[in-house]
Each structure stands twice: as structure tokens, then as C-alpha cells.
């Protein structure tokens, strides 16, 4: 789980989950300090390692569908309409 | 006892003559066997800004349906591109510059709209907490560019892994293949 929690204290912002070839897939959706999203990572739940299902993704947090997760959520609702399980809350920022 | 002979040969004829086309048809396209990608691009009929292009590759990326298949067929993409030396030489040496700074080892190279490269961090709690800084330098470095780039990650281990930089460049040569290959060689 280690590198879930790097992810996730990276700026994780979003967490959702699903079932792929038998794995349970972690999505982590991070985003930068102006909440634009630059990230989107799998993990793979039993192990807490990347998943190998897939590729994790890299953007340009300039672009337009980027600046906010709300946006980007509603642009691929493939990372929201799935079961959520494991809602996460990131700390609050000092 | 011929008969018997005659007729298994027979058989056996027939059957090879059936399975061939599937087997040749799996070796010309070896995403054929993996799921369907229920993802469907066609409101962006002619990408025609780099939005466009970053939409249609999200897509397919946050998409179970497709992001499984999709490393086969980038790399298969990538394979075939011819080298673009002006666009290739100035972004490996944009990607080079970024993974020096990041302390990371990367072997790779660029084609005309594709780079591949396997890169190897050092283990610490920076490139725990950031796995993906060196992707994240070449990105915003290349941002407004004409060698403007996004990437993809395929997972090796937690420090290591290969990474394909893409152009969000139109026309991105990768594209119209990639969209080929998902949605219509199915």
C-alpha cells in the first residue's frame, strides 16, 4: 500500500475502483497545486503495486478539460461511473 | 485399414483448413483476442486541436474496456512510425535533459509522433511521493510547443517502467491509426 499513500499524500484527489481481468483495480486521480489534473494511476488493491492491467496517464494540467477534476471527471465517466468504494478525503490544506 | 488412413488425413485437411485464417488473422493482429473497447470517438469526426487529441487517448485510457488493450496497440503503432529526425532528436534530448535532473536512468527514442522509453528511478521518498516528475518537466517544457507531448505509463515495478510520450500535435501521425485499431479491429 505504500505507494498508494505516496499517491495519495502526492495530491491524490480522487479514488474509485473497479473490477478488470479478475483484479481490483484502484484509480487514483491526482491533481497539482491549483487542482488542475496531471495524473491518472491504477493500483492493483491486493498488492498495492501499479497495475499492469492498462496504462497509467500523464496530461497537461494547462489543458483545457484539465483545470478541474470536476470537468475532467464528466469528460471520462469511465473513472466516475464505476462502483466507488473507497472514497477518499485528502487532508486539509494548512 | 486405407480407409481408415484415407479418411483421418481427410479429417485432419479439413481442420487445418478451417483453423488457418483465425490463426493468420490473430498473427496480423494480435489485439484481435483481447475485449472489445466500447469507447466510441466518432463526435470528434477531425481532431483538430490538441484537446482533441488528449480527449480521444483519455478516453480510451480511463476506459477497463480499452485500457487493456491499448498497450498492444501503441506499441504496435509505435513500431511502425518512421522517424521524424527534427521532431524525434529535439524531444529525446528534451526527455534526456528532464530524467539527468530527475536523477533517473531512461533508455529510448523517438519516432514521429511516438518516443518510447524504459525508465528506471532511484528508490527515495521523492520519486515515491513522484514517480512521475520526469513526465511531468517534459510536459510542461514542450507545452505550446510544436513538440508539445502527453505520456502513458505500462508498469514494470514501482521505480521502473515504460513510458510512451505521445504528440498533441494535429495532425498526430499515431492517431488515426490508434483510432483504427480500437474502435474498427475488433
Not at chain 1, 499524500?9 to 474509485?16: D, E, I, L, Q, T
Not at chain 2, 485432419?12 to 469507447?39: F, T
Request: net charge negative; hydrophobic share 40%; aromatic share 8%.
Amino acid at each position: 500500500m505504500a505507494v498508494i499513500n505516496a499517491a495519495l499524500s502526492g495530491g491524490g484527489s480522487f479514488v474509485n475502483s473497479y473490477m478488470q481481468s479478475g483484479e481490483l483495480v484502484i484509480v487514483v486521480v491526482t491533481t497539482d497545486s491549483n487542482g488542475a489534473v496531471n495524473d491518472v494511476s491504477y493500483f492493483n488493491a491486493s498488492t498495492g503495486q501499479p497495475s499492469t492491467n492498462g496504462f497509467g496517464m500523464s496530461m497537461n494540467p494547462n489543458a483545457d478539460q484539465n483545470q478541474n477534476l470536476g470537468a475532467f471527471l464528466a469528460a471520462n465517466p469511465s473513472i466516475a461511473g464505476t462502483k466507488f468504494v473507497n472514497p477518499y478525503t485528502p487532508p486539509p490544506s494548512n | 485399414m486405407k480407409k481408415i488412413y484415407c479418411a483421418a488425413m481427410l479429417l485432419l485437411v479439413s481442420i487445418q483448413l478451417q483453423l488457418s485464417p483465425a490463426v493468420a488473422g490473430e498473427r496480423q493482429n494480435p489485439a484481435a483476442s483481447i475485449a472489445s473497447c466500447a469507447v466510441r470517438t466518432s463526435d470528434i469526426a477531425i481532431p483538430m486541436t490538441s484537446k482533441d487529441i488528449e480527449d480521444i487517448v483519455t478516453r480510451y485510457g480511463t476506459d477497463p474496456t480499452c485500457s487493456i488493450r491499448l498497450p498492444r496497440v501503441i506499441e504496435s503503432i509505435f513500431r511502425n512510425e518512421q522517424r521524424n529526425e527534427e521532431w524525434a532528436a529535439t524531444l529525446e534530448r528534451i526527455i534526456n535533459q528532464a530524467a539527468m535532473s530527475h536523477g533517473a536512468k531512461t533508455t529510448g527514442i523517438c519516432h514521429a509522433s511516438l518516443c518510447r522509453y524504459e525508465i528506471q528511478l532511484t528508490p527515495s521518498v521523492d520519486s515515491a511521493r513522484s514517480p512521475h516528475a520526469v513526465e511531468h518537466a517534459v510536459i510542461a517544457v514542450t507545452s505550446g510547443t510544436p513538440h508539445q507531448v502527453d505520456s502513458l505509463q505500462s508498469y514494470g515495478s514501482n521505480y521502473r517502467f515504460t513510458i510512451y510520450f505521445y504528440s498533441t500535435v494535429v495532425p498526430a501521425a499515431f492517431l488515426e491509426p490508434l483510432r483504427k485499431e480500437m474502435e474498427y479491429s475488433q
